[in-house]
């Protein structure tokens, strides 16, 4: 077994013997050693061994002489024999040794592991059998004595030039030990030399410098004669040394002349060739200025850190790209829990990514030379990844042996926004105050942008329809939308994503994220909306979007503030620009009134001189016609002048209706029926090429107009509508729905008070009316219709009807994209019953009638047309005339009629004269226009009853009669 063998080791050098015991000892193996051959040769012969290691020269008996006569033995030969030398010359000694019986040949140059292993194969293979045999041939004795003699020469040559770089060595030794010892003599350091029991053996000439003892006081002497002491104990010192390992401490040692003085010493063990310890060596150096400095050093380091930690700006340093130091304020403005959590943290983990670059680049000139101290702005970024804004003071040092820069650094997050919020309140101010009123949109915008460092932005109000208009956008968003709508008026229904939350809300949103938008707008990159609210109403929004960083929470703070202080200043804007909208078109709309009213005056009172003219030829044509054959040409002719006449009536009707001025015989009456009739009539007049749609709700409430007026509204509406689409075609489509009408709703109408209306809607797809003839197209013969295919009253007649029932018209119309008119009818709650039984003639009578007209014509006609109907009637052209013979026969008369409009004394001045003669006197006036109303007088005691010029026979029998049987009522 290889732990059980027992190897010979034989080497005339005791370190080598050593050596080799030790190695194979740690090996497992049991060894012997022996200096030489001979002594070796009797142990073997004594001993029983399993190898033998030699070297080759000895003194007495060397290496070949012991192989040879090792395995020129029986029982020898058998040991395996190994040659490891240190004079190895060539390969002629390699093989020599084989020659002679040797098993291996190594070289002391070999590492331990290669040796081991070597030994170990010996070792396999002499158990195997493989080595070690004695019955080897025998080599020639001659060749071996000579080859001997020749490699012992050799050898001993070989050594000879050894010992000579031996002594040449020795030599060399000789001469570094005395520039040693001179070293040692002029070292600036003290040098003691003790035994291990701490006798002083040597000093050095710096110690007796130092301490003022001579070599001679001390050699010879302990150490702790002296009066030496270590700061740390005696005990861990020598503890240290005693495992031979070096010590280091202070002492504190006393001079000769009773002094003390502080010792920087480090002390080695010195050991011998078998490595145990001899000597100590002690080399010190007198610290004590050196600890008076430190202590000065460290109070005023201590004081300049006190006062850094108790600075109430921050103070860092850094070094190498990381932070070496900070002091409590600095970790405080970084949200660090202690100066502890930044230290070691790099520096471009607090420095803002936006500002890396240009922070970087001053390090680096300051690392290059260049002075510091100069205050820059900068962004950092807090522990809890808030940016803040700071300034910064740096400057190049030196920081524990190593370039560093120390920075002094000031949180001026909350000054930077407090002076960003005052530019901006001002700059708002500013806008408002200098800006047109196209620019002012667009300038508020452009702060934005600006003040959020953003690329794209849209700003808007929100108008009384709850609409978005935007008159403020970058031409990038604008011009960059692939969008076949780029309306900037949304509905509320279409506000959408982001800016959708925000204005419902009312709240500042940002996102940073790209945007999935519809396909053809931009990619929006980050986005912010912050809506302008005034008192819980929202009245602007701005929307901001694809800035590259993102947004952060001073962004929004700044957009909101720009937002509060904007709130009022627009709503207040928005207001005024109401007011003046509002205001606009009321004095539009009064203007229009003003015109129409003096048009309607100028109208009547040419229709009221055309009446009597017509009266004249209507009413003799009825009488000649009344005295004539039916069959005859001259009743025929007639016929045609009373046929022409019957058309101008009705045509000076429409001016009257329009004028107002006609007496109009309203009463509470259903639309539904009146609207459905004239439906049903229009159906048969309309071209294949348009198609009508009716929308009429049921159950409506009632309004205060004649159903025939109404009737008139509604056909000449649609057969304008119709007209429109006579080329083309096209859609007429009327409603009926009831409306209520706001303040808001009702101001855009002077005509209208706020309340409930029923709304008569006709509207249709033609071509629609230019913009230059909207303001025109109620007036009394202004048309767009070719010459011949229209008058120009249809509208302007639904104008009169409808101011006369206190409603109002309204119109919008875009050329190429239809018309739509609107009739605002006030609503009366409550169904009334129509009269059906109105009684349409009524006959004559043989009452006494005195008929009064300035015309004589009108009067002698009258008279003559009342006298065929069985009255006995007499005529007066002078009112003055009339009220002689009444005041003197009273009860002459049944009843009175009279013009209204006469000279000299009008037809309601006559009456209540008449009145006050005889209380019950009826009368019937008989007009064609009056520019003022029935005096109040003339209808306090007479029954008053209006028939209007021209009038039929029969419409003036029907009122005779109404006006005669109200008097017994």
């Not at 901006?424 to 009123?437: G, H, K, P, W, Y």
Request: glycine content about 6%; charged content about 30%.
């Amino acid at each position: 077994m290889a732990n059980k063998m027992k190897i010979m080791i034989v080497d005339d050098r005791e370190e080598n013997r050593y050596l080799l015991e030790t190695l194979l000892g740690a090996g497992g193996y049991e060894t012997v050693t022996a200096p030489d051959g001979k002594q070796a040769l009797e142990q073997l012969r004594q001993n029983s061994f399993d190898l033998i290691v030699s070297d080759i020269l000895m003194p007495v008996m060397d290496g070949f002489q012991l192989c040879r006569t090792c395995k020129a033995d029986e029982t020898l030969g058998r040991i395996p024999f190994v040659f490891y030398t240190a004079t190895y010359v060539d390969d002629k000694d390699e093989a020599f040794a084989y020659r002679i019986g040797a098993d291996l040949f190594l070289q002391k140059a070999n590492e331990p592991d290669k040796f081991l292993e070597a030994i170990r194969e010996v070792v396999e293979k002499t158990e195997k059998g493989e080595i070690g045999k004695a019955d080897r041939p025998e080599p020639d004795e001659k060749e071996i004595a000579k080859d001997y003699s020749d490699r012992l020469v050799r050898k001993l040559e070989h050594k000879m030039e050894r010992l000579e770089a031996e002594i040449e060595e020795r030599k060399q030794a000789e001469k570094t030990i005395r520039k040693l010892s001179k070293a040692l003599e002029q070292s600036p350091s003290i040098v003691m030399l003790t035994d291990t029991m701490g006798v002083i053996e040597y000093v050095n000439p710096k110690f007796e410098d130092v301490t003022g003892y001579t070599a001679d006081e001390v050699i010879g002497t302990k150490v702790g004669d002296l009066g030496e002491q270590a700061e740390e104990t005696a005990e861990e010192m020598f503890e240290n040394l005693n495992f031979g390992k070096e010590w280091r401490g202070v002492f504190r040692n006393r001079k000769k002349n009773g002094e003390t003085y502080l010792e920087q010493a480090s002390i080695s063990p010195m050991f011998d060739e078998k490595g145990e310890i001899i000597n100590f060596v002690k080399v010190a150096e007198d610290i004590t200025r050196l600890k008076e400095t430190q202590m000065l050093l460290k109070e005023s380091e201590d004081r300049y850190r006190n006062l850094i930690d108790v600075s109430p700006v921050g103070i860092g340093v850094h070094a190498e790209g990381k932070v070496v130091f900070i002091n409590r304020a600095g970790a405080g403005i970084l949200k660090a829990s202690s100066p502890d959590e930044l230290v070691g943290r790099p520096v471009k983990q607090i420095v803002h990514p936006d500002r890396w670059e240009s922070s970087n680049d001053r390090i680096r000139r300051m690392m290059e030379g260049e002075k510091g101290l100069y205050p820059v702005e900068d962004r950092y970024v807090r522990l809890d990844g808030k940016p803040i804004d700071v300034t910064v003071m740096a400057t190049p040092l030196y920081y524990k042996g190593k370039p560093a820069v120390q920075v002094v650094v000031q949180d001026i997050t909350e000054k930077k926004q407090a002076e960003w919020e005052l530019k901006a309140r001002s700059e708002v101010d500013r806008i408002f105050l200098n800006c047109t009123d196209g620019e002012i949109y667009k300038k508020l915008l452009n702060l934005v942008l600006d003040t959020t460092e953003s690329q794209y932005g849209i700003f808007g109000f929100v108008n009384e329809k709850n609409e978005w208009v935007c008159p403020a956008l970058t031409r990038d968003i604008f011009d960059g939308c692939r969008m076949a709508d780029k309306d900037v008026v949304f509905s509320h229904d279409s506000w959408a994503g982001i800016w959708r939350k925000a204005m419902t809300e009312k709240r500042p949103i940002y996102k940073n994220r790209d945007f999935c938008l519809p396909e053809g707008h931009i990619i929006l990159k980050n986005a912010m909306d912050v809506p302008v609210v005034y008192n819980d109403e929202l009245v602007g929004n701005f929307l901001v979007g694809h800035k590259e960083s993102g947004y952060e929470e001073r962004h929004k703070k700044l957009l909101e503030v720009i937002a509060e202080h904007l709130a009022p200043l627009l709503k207040t804007r928005l207001d005024i620009d109401k007011e003046a909208s509002q205001r606009r078109i009321a004095e539009e709309k009064y203007r229009h009134a003003q015109k129409m009213e003096s048009i309607g005056s100028l109208a009547g009172g040419i229709a009221h001189d055309f009446n009597n003219i017509l009266s004249a030829i209507l009413g003799y044509t009825q009488l000649a016609m009344d005295e004539m054959d039916r069959d005859g040409q001259v009743y025929k002719d007639l016929l045609e002048v009373y046929n022409g006449v019957e058309r101008a009536r009705k045509l000076v009707q429409q001016i009257l209706a329009f004028s107002r001025e006609r007496e109009q015989k309203d009463a509470p009456i259903q639309l539904e029926p009146v609207v459905k009739e004239a439906l049903k009539f229009l159906r048969s007049t309309l071209p294949s090429s348009v198609d009508l749609s009716e929308n009429i709700e049921p159950e409506l409430a009632n309004v205060m107009a004649d159903p025939t007026r109404i009737h008139q509204i509604i056909m000449n509406l649609c057969t304008n509508a119709a007209h429109a689409m006579q080329e083309k075609g096209g859609t007429l489509t009327v409603d009926l729905s009831e409306v209520s009408l706001d303040p808001d709703a009702a101001g855009t109408h002077p005509d209208l008070e706020p309340g409930d209306y029923v709304r008569v809607t006709v509207s249709d797809t033609g071509h629609g009316i230019d913009p230059a003839s909207l303001p025109r197209i109620f007036d009394p013969y202004f048309t767009t219709k070719s010459r011949g295919d229209g008058t120009g009253l249809g509208l302007s007649t639904a104008y009169g009807i409808v101011k006369s029932c206190k409603g109002a018209i309204t119109v919008y119309s875009e050329p190429g994209k239809g018309t739509v008119f609107r009739v605002y009818l006030p609503a009366i709650r409550g169904r009334v019953k129509q009269d059906e039984n109105r009684q349409e003639y009524i006959p004559g009578g043989d009452e006494r009638i005195l008929m009064v007209d300035d015309e004589p014509a009108i009067a002698e006609l009258g008279q003559r047309m009342l006298a065929q109907l069985g009255y006995k009637a007499e005529y007066r052209t002078d009112p003055r005339d009339v009220l002689e013979f009444f005041k003197i026969d009273p009860d002459r008369f049944d009843l009175v009629i009279t013009d209204l409009t006469m000279p000299g004394m009008t037809g309601d001045r006559l009456a209540a004269v008449l009145a006050e003669i005889r209380p019950d006197i009826p009368v019937l006036f008989c007009t064609g226009f009056s520019e003022h109303k029935i005096a109040d007088g003339a209808g306090k005691a007479a029954k008053i009853e209006v028939v209007q010029k021209p009038f039929l026979k029969s419409e003036l029998a029907a009122a005779v009669r109404m006006a005669i049987d109200r008097r017994t009522e």
